[in-house]
């Protein structure tokens, strides 16, 4: 939830950079209720928010009403979580729910394209499995392309930026066993670091891994 | 190109009607040079262009570098004329081209869905085949997701409101022959009609059959 002054250009920016940022619903100004789950409200069916105010995080709450104004636009993005059916019916290993943990998040060194004022390096998430598992689960997400869709890379952290696979940015770091692979997805925490990489006065976000949950049924955020 | 008081409105509109309004770029106010075309000007790089003035068409030319202005955002959508290569290559008929006529479009009785001001009913093109290719039509577009992807509908014409298939509102009429049905696929003069849905001061479009060809492949417009 942003600003209507900046909704054009924020939504330019996930128009420009779909695989991290697929546009579920976006809302006119003031709307709270999305179209793919009537009868919501976003000011309180989120399980958690982030407040950023001028781009800094001022708070974490369980409800905005009080804050949200006539001027917010609202922005839903489709989510990794999305296509982790899919992959369990395939017979895929999914590490951070074996584990019982948020999946690991890494901000990458591959910038996303700008629109306007926002700008961002690309945030990941990782599943590890062995190179078979890997290209099947390559075969599974490509149709997700609403839940950002196949890996953008396969193998070497340090290929794209990242340093310890063990520090995630965001969520918790998993086991990866030996003869597995890092498989990486775009994830939509970068449109958070977009929002946030231009002191707005106001924007407010899911906590990473408190998403809202829609309507839409997992078939429907796929192309085929 | 419309005024950017509207940008994201319209921007909205496309959004959420992906299937007519598949976003291929948009530009910042002012900017001519598109991303998917680095080089080209839109002023002056497509064929033809119409000029709507509140909603009126006024007329059709060829350069439109001294209406432009710096208030003016121009859009990129896709078109089913991508795809076109693809069913040839699996030996699917295009009727329009054998009879070397530009592809037949109607306006059809099904809603978009509207976004701010703007609203329209689906355009559609038409392409005739027989019920067997109609199959292989469809798995052969459906993964083009930028070039409107799959029919949205196939067979009876009157049931999404179209009443004679030899008169169409865009284009030319183009033989159907004994045992073949109508396929219907999603078209971008659909966002024509929603651009021109309001009287806005200034909007500037392709004229239809007059798109403008950019850089991409048509491999880049795919989903997988």
Redesign the interface.
């Known amino acids: 939830m942003l600003p209507?002054d900046e909704?054009?250009n924020f939504?330019?920016f996930c128009?420009?950079n779909p695989q991290p940022c697929p546009?579920l619903d976006?809302l006119?100004p003031g709307q709270t209720e999305p179209?793919i789950a009537p009868g919501a409200d976003l000011r309180t069916d989120l399980p958690r928010y982030c407040i950023f105010k001028n781009g800094q995080l001022k708070e974490e709450v369980e409800d905005v009403t009080a804050i949200f104004n006539e001027n917010m636009v609202c922005f839903l993005l489709g989510c990794s979580f999305s296509f982790e059916n899919a992959m369990l019916a395939a017979g895929l290993p999914i590490r951070n729910i074996e584990e019982n943990k948020n999946v690991s998040m890494y901000i990458t060194r591959i910038p996303c394209?700008p629109?306007?004022p926002f700008s961002s390096m690309l945030v990941v998430t990782m599943r590890p499995m062995t190179p078979k598992q890997a290209i099947r689960a390559v075969q599974v997400t490509?149709?997700f392309?609403l839940a950002h869709?196949?890996p953008v890379h396969i193998g070497s952290p340090e290929a794209i930026g990242i340093k310890d696979l063990n520090r995630p940015e965001f969520g918790d770091p998993v086991t990866i066993r030996d003869g597995e692979i890092p498989l990486f997805w775009a994830c939509g925490v970068t449109s958070q670091l977009a929002a946030t990489s231009i002191p707005l006065p106001l924007v407010i976000t899911h906590a990473p891994g408190h998403m809202f949950v829609s309507d839409l049924r997992d078939e429907d955020l796929t192309?085929?």
């Open positions: 209507r909704a054009f939504l330019l128009v420009r546009i976006v006119e179209t394209k629109a306007g490509t149709r392309h869709g196949a192309v085929l």
